[in-house]
């Protein structure tokens, strides 16, 4: 089992490589089309069936599934794209110190992408049909709100009881079970254009109204109630010696309950509806594109479901709520039963130091395999086919 086990970590960490070393930014079509290409590929060597979703101007998106599954209750969801521009991979390309990887995306989520495809090959090859099971989407605009492929990750949801996110574990580990939605605002402001030497009095500055409406919008942020406002991008004017005529912000929005949302947008545009500077005008444009994922009894029963799999597998899995969001609030929100981090362990995600723990991707995906293995099985008379990995061979 040892020299069996070993064999599929350097056929893991081969493909994590060469999926590390293809820039594939949520922008950049090519290079994400690029990454489907290699794991459609792989999955049409198991049998699977992959169905592509194209679109024009982002990478294309996937979904699989084994062409005798009927009517799948798991769903798993998966991103492909990073947020690292055109050339980051050759500029850090994926490399190996003791038991971490780096590389760009190494465990966002490329490493989740290579633990998916073998927990497909671990239950093939334990003839455990759980793999019938399970329907898959890799879609590839996750970084930036997953605003082109929502509604098919909705529609792949349709009907399902069970949904895994594969989105990186907590650093010991844990699961996420909780997570924060994002609303995104854009705030524009036009002014009035003056030299400001000769004829200053008679601007009226678009930079110094959002100035004055960063300030206020930051004031909205309550942290006792999970509420965060952010204004974390500001552009404007049009030289250093002429009063701005215009400028904008981006404003990111983040909260813990659902109907916080509204007494929050109320806010925004109250704030936005007065200028503190007479004579520019304000227009705000945005929503909230993720709702936040919630505990609810239906997921507590798969969350004590992976829990006692990673009993079994000699590691305790604990819960976490995180702040950022991921595709699991949409399916999180349709009633699905969803459970997230259950990809392999890392760090310092968006980062030039972002990292790997080798060791715990066998062991994640021997957990995502049971875990699809025991959904499946757990409401059937049929035995449960053991296929675990032999962990303490592999990490020992």
């Known amino acids: 089992m040892s020299e069996r086990v070993n064999e599929k970590m350097e056929e893991m960490l081969e493909l994590l490589e060469n999926l590390v070393n293809i820039d594939s930014g949520s922008y950049f079509k090519q290079g994400i089309d690029q990454v489907g ?10 049998g699977f069936d992959v169905h592509v979703h194209p679109q024009e101007n982002r990478g294309n998106n996937l979904v699989i599934r084994h062409p005798d599954a009927v009517a799948p209750k798991v769903m798993i969801a998966a991103h492909m794209d990073t947020v690292f521009p055109i050339g980051t991979a050759k500029q850090r390309p994926f490399r190996v110190d003791g038991n971490y990887a780096y590389g760009p995306g190494v465990v966002d989520m490329k490493a989740s992408l290579v633990s998916v495809l073998f927990a497909m ?9 759980a793999y019938k099971n399970v329907e898959i989407v890799l879609n590839s605009d996750e970084e930036i709100g997953s605003r082109h492929s929502r509604t098919l990750i909705e529609e792949v ?16 580990g844990s699961i996420v079970t909780q997570r924060k939605g994002g609303a995104r605002y854009k705030i524009k402001v036009k002014g009035v254009p003056a030299h400001s030497g000769s004829d200053h009095e008679k601007g009226r500055s678009a930079i110094e109204e ?20 952010n204004v974390g991008l500001i552009k404007g004017g ?25 007494a929050v947008e109320q806010k925004i ?51 976490e709520f995180r702040g950022g969001c991921s595709d699991g609030s949409f399916t999180s929100c349709m009633g699905i039963a969803t459970v997230d981090g259950m990809g392999p362990i890392g760090g310092n995600g968006h980062r030039d130091d972002e990292y790997l723990e080798i060791s715990s991707l066998p062991v994640r995906t021997a957990l995502l395999a049971e875990t699809i293995s025991r959904l499946t099985h757990m409401n059937t008379n049929e035995p449960i086919k053991r296929h675990l990995l032999n962990i303490k061979d592999t990490i020992g």
């Not at 945005?286 to 000699?314: A, D, F, H, W, Y």
């Open 238 to 262: 049009t030289s250093a010696n002429t009063i701005a005529p215009i400028a904008e912000a981006e404003v990111d929005v983040r909260i813990t309950k659902l109907e916080q949302i509204k």
């Open 37 to 46: 290409a290699i794991l459609s590929s792989e999955y049409k060597s198991l």
């Open 210 to 229: 959002i100035a004055h409406k960063t300030i206020k919008l930051h004031k909205i942020t309550d942290y006792d109630k999970g509420i965060t406002v």
């Open 157 to 172: 949801g349709k009907g399902k009881e069970f949904a895994l996110i594969v989105e990186a574990a907590g650093k010991n």
């Open 269 to 319: 545009q109250e704030i936005c509806s007065d200028p503190t500077i007479k004579g520019t005008k304000i227009e705000v444009a945005g929503q909230l594109n993720r709702p936040p994922m919630v505990k609810t009894e239906k997921s507590n029963q798969l969350i004590r479901i992976v829990q006692e799999i990673g009993k079994e597998l000699g590691i305790k899995i604990k819960e």
């Open 121 to 129: 090959k671990t239950l093939m090859e334990s003839q455990d049909e």
